[in-house]
Structure formats: structure tokens, C-alpha cells
């Protein structure tokens, strides 16, 4: 009797599983309906309290960029990252020592986009200046600073990130492809 191989045994579970999977993917999108219900909900909590959760998140993800003073150009500056089809904008500052997500602050530069375009560019499945170039992303305000933010964004390292975020993109990543219509 031959032994049994999980890997194999997953391997061809996988291979049945995955084109029926990615067809209703196609059509059902959950993540994109999932970052839409998200954040119209996200719309529902107060700008304070949605400053006070995803600060420290933001503090905590890009720490090495953080230290390694790749923030330091946004001292003094405030910019603001605007989900355009849910209303949704936090501004965000750098102290010299971390970010800070300020509701009530003046922006400099505002960054916009959809959900579908930054749940694109989170994932790294689009970078910043073909979203820019197809009008999915815009810069309004100090495009000089607006260009800092997008050409960090777009240089932004993956390895630079702790490994429970770099998880969180890998899987974002292959849930979206799953969405992705093969036609288009």
C-alpha cells in the first residue's frame, strides 16, 4: 500500500476546487463588496475614533520606514488620503518620531482614490502611477509632496513590513486575483 502524500493530496483538492472558486469569485467579488460594506461603515465612526485605531496600526506597519526616516520629508506636512466613492479621508502627519492621524488638521496634498483602486494599490496589484495615469488615483494640493507620498508608495518594500502584514498582502493579493475577470 502506498503512503499518503498530504501535499499531493491537497495539491489535486486545490486543483478541483480552484477554477470553480475563481468563477464565482468573478462574479460574487468579495473582497471588493467586503472593502465597500467596510468602509461605508467605516463611515459610520466619528473621525476621532477611527484616528485613534488606525494610528497605531500605521505606527506599527511601516515602523522600519519610520526609523529609517523615510517619513521625514512629511514633517511639518499634512496629508490626506480621500476614499473618493465613500467620503472617507484621514489626514495623516509625521511628528519627527511617528505618524499621526489628525482629523481636524489642514492638508497639504490630498491623495484619492475608489475602494477598488486602493484595495489595487495596497495590494500591490497596480502601482501608484498606472492608477495615476488611468485617473483612478489623483494628487491635488502640494503635488510636489503628493509626488513624495506616491513614488514612496510606489517604492514601498514589502520586506520593509512585519511579517503579520506581509501575510495580510499575500492573501489580499491572491483574493483579488481570484476576483480578477480573466476577459478583461
Known sequence: ???????????????????TAKKISQRVKPV??????????????????QATAL???????????IDNGDFDFLEGHCCAIAVRDRKLTWHIAFDGQKLRVLPNQSADVTISATVPAFLNLISQNADPDTLFF?????????????????????????????????KALTSLRQLI????DISA
Open 134 to 166: 488611468q485617473r483612478q488615483l489623483s494628487i491635488e494640493g502640494d503635488v510636489e509632496l503628493g509626488l513624495y507620498v506616491k513614488n514612496m508608495l510606489d517604492a514601498l518594500d514589502e520586506d520593509d513590513l512585519p511579517l503579520i502584514w506581509r
Open 177 to 180: 486575483a481570484l476576483e480578477a
Open 1 to 19: 500500500m502506498k503512503p499518503l502524500d498530504p501535499k499531493g493530496l491537497f495539491n489535486t483538492v486545490r486543483g478541483a476546487i480552484e477554477p
Open 55 to 65: 494610528e497605531p496600526m500605521l505606527n506599527h506597519a511601516l515602523r522600519e520606514l
Open 32 to 49: 471588493t463588496n467586503v472593502a465597500n460594506v467596510g468602509s461605508m461603515a467605516l463611515g459610520l465612526v466619528p473621525a476621532g475614533m
